[in-house]
């Protein structure tokens, strides 16, 4: 079965600095798309980002941008000029392209907290 | 566009009641889903709607728990003799059609307390 895992419980950055969030997966496929939800407190979960596998280019949206490297089989999500509204909870997942399974197994996320 | 929206918001039942909640998706989003969050954990999967038909299940949803979109448009989760387990959020997500990959927008959630 395929696992999601983000090592950093909590994360913390001043507004305006950049900071990396991680996350490793472990799957035995090679097609397959991963994601980047953010988690606002008392708000609704959101797509931040998606990738998918079988695209070498590194997703980009705005200020968030990802680098995944398929081989180490990571994941990681870059917030650049980071602002007092992307203090969230960030969740990663992922997403078999295989049998039409709409699944997505997620890590248990990584508080965010950002200083003015 | 007012958002995927879950009622109710908070549900408190006793042990061995049957609840209900429903979620009413983004209009013209054909693809619904429903997960499970606990405290300190990441969103589970329960099941996948495309249109009116349940396209997916997870197994490690029993036989009390089920799910119906009857027309396309909301859709009901229904747990069966509730357990102290049961206790979570429980997340609607919606997506348009076209747009490969995961759930794009949440719901707000029902909290589920079972005492």
């Known amino acids: 079965a395929q696992t999601v895992t983000q090592s950093q419980p909590e994360m913390s950055v001043q507004e305006a600095e950049t900071v990396t969030l991680s996350c490793t997966y472990d799957?035995?496929?090679?097609?397959?798309?991963l994601f980047w939800y953010k988690q606002p407190p008392s708000r609704q979960m959101i797509l931040v980002i998606r990738?998918?596998?079988?695209?070498?280019q590194n997703a980009t949206e705005n200020r968030f941008s990802v680098n995944f490297q398929k081989a180490a089989k990571s994941f990681s999500l870059k917030i650049s000029d980071s602002q007092l509204g992307d203090a969230a909870m960030y969740f990663c997942?992922?997403?078999?392209?295989?049998?039409?399974?709409?699944?997505?197994?997620f890590g248990k996320g990584t508080k965010l907290t950002v200083n003015p | 566009d007012t958002g995927v929206s879950q009622d109710p918001r908070h549900k408190i039942t006793k042990r061995g009641q049957n609840v209900t909640f429903r979620c009413d998706p983004i209009?013209?989003?054909?693809?619904l889903y429903w997960y499970r969050q606990t405290l300190g954990q990441g969103p589970e999967f329960l099941t996948y709607?495309?249109?009116?038909?349940?396209?997916?299940k997870s197994r490690l949803l029993s036989d009390r728990f089920s799910a119906e979109r009857p027309k396309g448009s909301f859709s009901t989760l229904e747990i069966q003799r509730t357990e102290q387990g049961d206790s979570a959020m429980y997340l609607c997500?919606?997506?348009?059609?076209?747009?490969?990959?995961?759930?794009?927008?949440f719901g707000p959630g029902t909290r589920l307390t079972v005492t």
């Open positions: 709607f495309q249109n009116e038909a349940q396209l997916e």
């Open positions: 997500a919606s997506s348009p059609p076209g747009l490969a990959g995961g759930p794009k927008y």
């Open positions: 990738q998918e596998a079988y695209k070498q």
């Open positions: 997942a992922y997403r078999s392209a295989k049998g039409g399974s709409e699944k997505l197994v």
């Open positions: 209009s013209e989003h054909n693809r």
């Open positions: 799957t035995s496929e090679s097609d397959y798309y």
